[in-house]
C-alpha cells in the first residue's frame, strides 16, 4: 500500500542543534509577558514565576482549532491566563522571534491536540522547556520536531546560539522515541522504519515477571519484530517500546481534516489501512453555530469550523470510512465519540486509540485505550500499529461505602486534589482503580474515573472486567455473555503485580466536592466552601456526565424538585444535552426529558458543546459562574466566565437552589 515511500528519501538530524532567536518565559506576570512581547529579553532566575498546568486549551483554545494548517502559528498562547489576563494575542509569538518557550510544571495538560505544539512550530518554536511535560503533549511535539526538556541549563545555551548535542533532548528516552526525534518526527521515522533504517528493539521477557492487567493487554498485542507479521509477546515491563497493534482507532472533527492533510503529503493517494476498524466523529462542534460570538464570525471562523466538518466527511467518503455525522433533521450529532465507543463498539482486552484525551473512558470495559495526536493517527491509519513506551503504573485503591450523594465524580475530585496526583506523579502512569468501592459502582460509574485519567495526567485508566461488565455489555449490544467472559479470561492484574504507586482512599469519608475555577485539581468538599456562591449557568451533559446512569441521577433530583413545587429559578440559565442518540432514546423512553423541562432545563440534543465553548450552556462575561458535570474548568474552557466542577446529583441541585449546593436525599433538600 505505501510502497511508493522506499523511494522517499529520509536523513536523520545533525548532531547538535543550534538555534537563533529569543527566549520567552509564560510567567504568571502578565506585565513580564508583555516586556518580552515589546522587545525585552529576560535573565534566567528561578525566582521568575513560571506558570504552572499550562493546558493545551490555553495554548490553543478550541476555536483556534477550527484552523488546520500553518495559520494556527498565528495564535499560540492567545489562550493563556495570566492572572485575570490574556497577555498574548494574534500573531505575538511570531512576530517576537521567539525560539524557545519556557513554563512550570505539568506543561501541556488537557486536550491531546496536536494542533497546540503546530502552533507554536508554525510560529518559530523550536525548543519546548518545563519543569515536566504531559505524556501526549510531549509526544505530539517530538512527532512534529518540536523538541523537549526538562533541563533548564540549556536555557542560557540556546540564548547564546551555542551547539548542542541533540543527545541533550533525548535524555533517557527509549530507542523509538530516540528515533522518532533523530529523524525529526514520526512520519519520517515510519518511511525510516519502512526501508529499514531502523529497528525495533527486541523485548527480553522476564517469564518469571507478574503483570498488572494494562501489561497483559499489550503483551497480546505487542509486535514482535516491529514489522507486524507476528503479534504477542509473553511479557513486557515498563521501559520496553515497540507497536501495539490496535483493535479501534477513531478520530473526530478537530484532527480528522489535519491528518487527513499529514495523509495525502505521506502517502498520497493510497487508501487506509482496514478500514473496518476507523470510526470518524462528528461530535465537537455540532452546536457551534448556536454560539459563536459575531466577532469569530467576522474573522472566518465560523467558515473556518464548517470547513472541518466539510473536510472529514469528503475524506470519509474518499477512503470509505464509517463516519457517525451530525442528525439529518435537527441540530445534534449521532453522539460523543467517548460514549458511542462504550456503547457500541469496545470489548475487553482490546487495544483502542482516539484523537481525544478522553480516549481512556472505555478503560472501564477492561480495555486499553488511550488518546493520541494527529501524526500517530496518521500512523497508525497506515499500519493499524502505535508506538508505545510501556509506562509504570499506580493503583488507587478505594474501599468502603460511598454515602448517600456521593458519586463517581466526587470520588474523582477527590482523586485529583491528593497530593501525590498534584505533584505530578501520575503523570503518564497508567492509573488502575480497583477496591471494594469501585467493584459496587455501576459500569457508567466506573467510565467517569477512567475517562478522568486524562485530569490525573494519566497514560490511561483501566478497571478489571467483571460480571457487571460482561451483563452490562450483553444486554446493551445482545452479544451472548460466554463469548463476552472468553474474551475476559486473564484480564486481572496478578496478586503481586508491581506498581510504581498504590494511593488508598476511604470512600466512606467522602463528602459532596466541586472543584474551583481554573483547575480540575482545585477540589473541595462543599461544606468547606468560604462563601454562598450563586449560579447563573448550570450545564448537565459530556462525555463524563451524560451517560445513562447520569440521567437517571439527572431524573431523580428533578422529580423531587417537581414534587416539591420548585424548578430552575429565572435568574438561572440550564442546559441538558444527551451524550448520544442512544442515551437520548433511553431517556424519552423513561420521560427524562419531559421531566427535565418542567424542572426548568433546555433539553439539547446529542453532542459535545459547552465544554469546549462550542454549544448552549457556555458563560459570555468573566463574572459569571457556572456549574457543571464536565471534566474539565481550565480558564475559557467554557467560556469567559468561572466554572465549579461538580457531580450530576450536585448539579441538579444546585441548580433548583439557584446556588452550588449539596445534593440530600430527604424531603426538606431546598428548604
Request: include cysteine; charged fraction near 25%.
Amino acid at each position: 500500500m505505501l510502497e511508493h515511500l522506499l523511494e522517499t528519501e529520509v536523513n536523520k538530524r545533525p548532531s547538535t542543534v543550534r538555534l537563533q532567536g529569543r527566549i520567552l518565559f509564560l510567567t504568571e506576570d502578565p506585565d513580564l509577558i508583555r516586556r518580552q512581547l515589546q522587545g525585552e529579553d529576560l535573565e534566567w532566575d528561578p525566582s521568575i514565576p513560571l506558570r504552572d498546568d499550562i493546558s493545551t486549551d490555553e495554548i490553543t483554545p478550541g476555536w483556534v482549532c477550527y484552523h488546520f494548517d500553518e495559520k494556527l502559528g498565528e495564535y499560540p498562547y492567545v489562550g493563556l491566563m495570566c492572572g485575570e489576563e490574556l497577555p498574548i494575542g494574534r500573531n505575538d509569538v511570531k512576530n517576537g522571534g521567539f525560539v524557545c518557550s519556557v513554563s512550570g510544571k505539568r506543561r501541556g495538560k488537557g486536550s491531546s491536540r496536536e494542533a497546540s505544539p503546530y502552533a507554536e512550530r508554525s510560529a518559530g518554536i523550536r525548543v519546548v522547556i518545563g519543569e515536566n511535560i504531559e505524556r501526549i503533549y510531549g509526544e505530539n511535539c517530538a512527532n512534529i520536531g518540536v523538541l523537549t526538556s526538562t533541563d533548564f541549563s540549556l536555557i542560557e545555551k540556546i540564548k547564546n546560539g551555542e551547539a548542542i548535542p541533540l543527545e541533550s533532548f533525548i535524555g533517557d528516552a527509549g530507542q523509538i522515541e530516540r528515533d522518532i526525534i533523530e529523524y525529526g518526527g514520526l512520519l519520517e521515522y515510519a518511511v525510516a522504519r519502512l526501508k529499514g533504517l531502523v529497528t525495533v528493539p527486541e523485548i527480553v521477557a522476564d517469564l518469571e515477571r507478574s503483570e498488572t492487567i494494562a501489561e497483559k493487554i499489550m503483551a497480546r498485542h505487542w509486535l514482535k519484530d516491529g514489522s507486524g507479521a507476528d503479534i504477542g509477546v509473553p511479557r513486557i515491563k515498563p521501559g520496553d517500546t515497540g507497536f501495539l497493534r490496535t483493535d479501534l482507532r477513531f478520530s473526530h472533527e478537530y484532527v480528522t481534516p489535519m491528518a487527513s492533510t499529514f495523509w495525502q503529503d505521506f502517502a498520497g493517494e493510497a487508501d487506509l489501512n482496514d478500514t473496518d476498524s476507523i470510526l470518524f466523529f462528528r461530535d465537537h462542534l455540532a452546536f457551534l453555530d448556536e454560539v459563536i460570538t459575531e466577532d469569530r464570525k467576522a474573522a472566518g471562523l465560523l467558515d473556518a469550523a464548517h470547513a472541518l466538518h466539510d473536510r472529514q466527511r469528503e475524506f470519509a467518503t474518499a477512503k470509505g470510512v464509517r463516519l457517525h455525522g451530525e442528525l439529518p433533521d435537527r441540530t445534534g450529532s449521532d453522539g460523543i465519540c467517548h460514549i458511542m465507543i462504550q456503547d457500541r463498539y469496545a470489548l475487553p482486552g482490546q487495544v483502542i486509540i482516539g484523537s481525544d484525551s478522553h480516549t481512556p473512558h472505555v478503560g472501564a470495559l477492561g480495555c486499553l485505550a488511550f488518546g493520541v495526536g494527529t501524526s500517530a493517527v496518521v500512523n497508525a491509519w497506515a499500519t493499524k500499529d502505535v508506538r508505545l513506551e510501556v509506562p509504570e503504573s499506580i493503583r488507587i485503591e478505594v474501599n468502603g461505602d460511598l454515602q448517600p450523594g456521593v458519586t463517581a465524580k466526587d470520588l474523582m475530585v477527590e482523586i485529583l486534589r491528593h497530593p501525590s496526583v498534584k505533584s505530578g506523579e501520575a503523570i503518564g502512569r497508567i492509573i488502575e482503580y480497583t477496591g471494594s468501592t469501585i467493584a459496587a459502582l455501576t459500569i457508567d460509574e466506573r467510565v467517569t474515573l477512567t475517562n478522568m485519567a486524562a485530569e490525573v495526567g494519566g497514560f490511561t485508566g483501566i478497571i478489571a472486567p467483571d460480571e457487571k461488565t460482561v451483563l452490562w455489555i450483553s444486554e446493551m449490544r445482545g452479544i451472548p455473555v460466554d463469548e463476552i467472559w472468553d474474551l475476559c479470561e486473564g484480564l486481572k492484574s496478578d496478586p503481586d503485580a508491581h506498581y510504581a504507586a498504590t494511593i488508598e482512599i476511604d470512600a466512606s469519608q467522602l463528602e459532596p466536592m466541586v472543584a474551583e475555577p481554573g483547575d480540575p485539581g482545585n477540589g473541595v468538599a462543599i461544606s468547606g466552601l468560604d462563601e454562598h456562591i450563586n449560579v447563573d449557568l448550570v450545564f448537565v451533559g459530556s462525555c463524563t456526565g451524560a451517560k445513562r446512569d447520569d440521567f437517571d441521577m439527572y431524573a431523580e433530583v428533578a422529580r423531587q424538585a417537581v414534587a416539591a413545587g420548585r424548578r430552575v429559578p429565572p435568574s438561572v440559565a440550564a442546559f441538558a444535552q444527551f451524550g448520544s442518540i442512544d442515551v437520548e432514546a433511553y431517556c424519552i423512553e423513561r420521560g427524562y426529558d419531559k421531566l427535565l423541562q418542567e424542572a426548568g432545563f433546555q433539553v439539547l440534543a446529542p453532542g459535545c458543546g459547552a465544554c469546549i465553548n462550542a454549544g448552549p450552556g457556555v458563560s459570555s462575561s468573566p463574572d459569571q459562574v457556572t456549574i457543571s458535570s464536565i471534566n474539565r474548568n481550565f480558564p475559557g474552557r467554557s467560556g469567559p466566565g468561572k466554572v465549579y466542577l461538580a457531580s450530576p446529583l450536585t448539579c441538579m441541585a444546585s441548580a433548583i437552589a439557584g446556588s452550588i449546593t449539596a445534593y440530600r436525599s430527604d424531603k426538606d433538600n431546598w428548604a
